[in-house]
């Protein structure tokens, strides 16, 4: 107690004198209290911006992720994304559309799209930067504003979201790509020219127990092993079946060759399938549109039967053939291939 009268004494001589602290009777002590004052108050600081940091770090807000059609948009890393790939979006419209996404169905007024984009006082042609935010928007996503699936235009109100959202939380552990080997084949699938607008994404398949679509696919690769070994087998059969056809002999060629050539590409695959090989699924995805060719020509083969069953059997298996190469790249997004510890456990 006595030294705290003492210190506190001087430094009250100081501020009633306004005197420089060299002037005082007892500058020591004074200089002394100042100090000590001054690292209370910077410690007291320093304890309040770590308890700020780590009430920060233990109550993560949870991350907003939106799907809506084939795209998803996610406000954690700013990126819109259409079947795996991201489709590019500046910051002001991928803001525009987070606000449109937030409120699916309500109109949202330019007035309040420009208070989010530029604060007050801001000097800038709004008018012009909201038309140009929503152009973008529209552009990325492929909509029309005669023919609006997204964003529709309300004649002096503004704009409204016009499709189903769907909201994802990351934390609730709802579906998204789990392992790097997943979103790679996604990719594949999506940047596949071929038909990819017409061909399922991997987010318009079901969600099937592992066990069934690996399976599946195995069945079909044995099936396609039994047409080439089974052809190559009964060569003189076959040969016969053809004579009649023109150039016989050369649609006799194709079939030995072919044959020949996908036996090892089929064992391949089944091996590789079977046995879990690293990147199985992007190696598959690659290839596909290389075998779809051959698979719908292959799907011919029950016509090679005719000896043994009549034209409208054959006819009916063919017709269901031609789907097989489809079916296959289906069962592969859908997780065939992949090892069984990492799928999800909702999918083994």
């Known amino acids: 107690m006595k030294n705290t009268l003492r210190s506190s004494g001087p430094a009250k001589q100081c501020i009633k004198s306004h005197a420089p602290v060299h002037d005082c009777h007892r500058a020591g002590d004074c200089k002394d209290w100042i100090y000590r004052k001054l690292y209370i108050v910077q410690r007291a600081a320093k304890e309040l911006s770590i308890g700020y940091n780590d009430q920060d770090m233990t109550d993560p807000q949870p991350t907003r992720r939106y799907r809506f059609g084939s795209f998803e948009a996610d406000a954690a890393t700013g990126e819109l994304r259409r079947q795996g790939i991201r489709r590019k979006l500046n910051t002001q419209p991928f803001q525009v559309l987070l606000m449109l996404l937030e409120r699916p169905g309500e109109v949202l007024t330019r007035e309040e799209i420009s208070r989010a984009l530029w604060p007050e006082g801001t000097f800038v042609d709004a008018e012009h930067g909201v038309n140009s935010a929503i152009n973008r928007i ?136 079977l046995f879990h090989a690293p990147g199985v699924r992007e190696k598959l995805i690659r290839i596909w549109p290389f075998l779809l060719p051959f698979d719908v020509l292959w799907s011919l083969a029950p016509f090679l039967l005719l000896h043994h069953i009549n034209f409208g059997l054959a006819l009916a298996c063919t017709t269901l053939l031609v789907y097989s190469p489809f079916a296959q790249r289906s069962l592969v997004l859908m997780g065939a291939g992949r090892a069984k510890d990492a799928l999800p456990a909702t999918a083994r």
């Open 138 to 273: 529209r552009e990325a996503l492929g909509d029309k504003a005669g023919n609006s699936r997204f964003v529709e235009t309300l004649a002096r109100r503004g704009y409204r979201f016009v499709a189903s959202v769907e909201r994802i939380d990351r934390a609730e552990g709802l579906p998204q790509a789990t392992t790097r080997e997943e979103e790679s084949a996604v990719s594949l699938a999506a940047e596949n020219g071929f038909g990819s607008r017409f061909l399922a994404s991997p987010r318009e398949l079901p969600k099937t127990p592992y066990a069934v679509v690996q399976t599946l696919f195995l069945l079909l690769q044995i099936m396609y092993l039994g047409f080439y070994v089974g052809a190559l087998a009964n060569l003189a059969e076959i040969e016969e079946l053809f004579s009649p056809l023109p150039r016989a002999a050369l649609t006799f060629e194709v079939l030995n060759v072919t044959a020949a050539i996908l036996i090892p590409v089929r064992v391949f695959v089944l091996c590789a399938v």
